[in-house]
């Protein structure tokens, strides 16, 4: 029994796809008598043609997912597809690093620590890339006695 004409009418009327149109399988007969789109609506106020509702993806899985990494997991090795640089762009990490040491020199010098030439001088080998990390300005620092007494920088 060919019931595609019912099937597209009954898909107009309540405005959703002709996969979504179900039929009471025990009237088909009364379903198929139906030919206006008048019968096809009759049908449906009496229940006779239903609506199958909306399937949505369940997003539990991937809600767990997006909490898992939040955490920094999932990210290991086998996770990963573009390179170092693609993931954290060269420059940012540069920029990172070098703010940090910006930071740190600025302090030393509000505190008094620095003297401005000292800061200065500093201040340029940042710039050019000399110092690894923050720990490395500190190194550096203690080994040409570079830390003056805070009453010596007030002087200058």
């Known amino acids: 029994m060919k019931l595609t004409v019912q099937k597209r009418l009954a898909a107009q009327l309540l405005k959703c796809s002709e996969h979504r149109v179900v039929f009471n399988p025990e009237r088909l007969e009364e379903i198929k008598e139906a030919i206006t789109k008048a019968d096809i609506k009759g049908l449906i106020s009496g229940g006779v043609i239903k609506e199958r509702p909306v399937i949505g ?67 340029m080998k940042v710039k050019s890339g000399f110092f690894r990390n923050k720990r490395h300005i500190k190194l550096y620092i203690d080994e040409k006695g570079l830390i003056a007494k805070k009453q010596d920088s007030k002087k200058k």
Do not use: H
């Not at 290991?76 to 740190?104: D, H, I, N, Y």
């Open 57 to 123: 993806n369940c997003r539990v899985r991937a809600n767990k997912r997006k909490v898992q990494k939040s955490k920094g997991r999932l990210a290991g090795q086998g996770r990963r597809k573009g390179t170092k640089t693609a993931r954290l762009p060269s420059k940012e990490q540069w920029m990172a690093k070098v703010r940090v040491q910006r930071v740190f020199l600025k302090e030393l010098k509000d505190k008094g620590f620095l003297t401005t030439q000292a800061y200065r001088n500093l201040y």
